[in-house]
């Protein structure tokens, strides 16, 4: 079946660039998304690519995509404490219509000032 | 501003009693799903519905059992329960964008 893996944690600088990581094994992959849970909240959707792109920037966000090590990652620019959550790699396939993603365990991001 | 609400948000209960947590949304959506997410943070999906009357069991097995008798709504109820239901519930819906769209949650603590 399908499987995403991210690391499970990650501390940074106020300041830094963040960096998290996610494989998946579907390569029929059609949708890719980055949500972020903060604590006692429900999912945000953050951004999502397509997988006929390599790159997507949205202000301090930048996804990338190596479609053919099927490696995603979410780099967060100047990070800030308010960063601070968990963030969530999904994927949907494009063999089904059933709309069901298959998530990572998910990456807890420490900010520390 | 939400499109999709849940209820409760926090609910501690004693073993044995039956429980639902409701779920709607204002979307109009066909697709609806409830995911359990333990201490351990892994997000699982147990129940997921494609229209009214249409209900499927998910990847992870759970006791639990849903309803779908209005496009709105997609209640989860638990008969009975155990201190294993302890987990957080987050429902989603999506419409034909593919994007899901997630409630806060509801923590249950069964005691």
Known sequence: GEDVEQSL????????????????????STYLYWYKQEPGAGLQLLTYIFSNMDMKQDQRLTVLLNKK??????????????????????????????GKSTFGDGTTLTVKP | EAD????????????????????????????MYWYQQDPGMELHLIHYSYGVNS?????????????????EHFPLTLESARPSHTSQY????????RQLFFGEGSRLTVL
């Open chain 2, 90 to 97: 987050l429902c989603a819906s999506s419409g034909g964008t």
């Open chain 2, 4 to 31: 999709i609400y849940q209820t409760p948000r926090y609910l501690v209960i004693g073993t044995g009693k039956k429980i639902t947590l409701e779920c709607s949304q204002t979307m109009g959506h066909d697709k």
């Open chain 1, 9 to 28: 944690f990650l501390s940074v600088r106020e300041g830094d660039s963040s960096v998290i990581n996610c494989t998946y094994t579907d390569s029929s």
């Open chain 2, 55 to 71: 209900t499927e069991k998910g990847d992870l097995s759970s006791e639990s059992t849903v309803s779908r008798i209005r496009t």
């Open chain 1, 69 to 98: 090590d099927k490696h995603l990652s979410l780099r967060i620019a100047d990070t800030q404490t308010g960063d601070s959550a968990i963030y969530f790699c999904a994927e949907k396939p494009s063999r089904t219509n059933a």
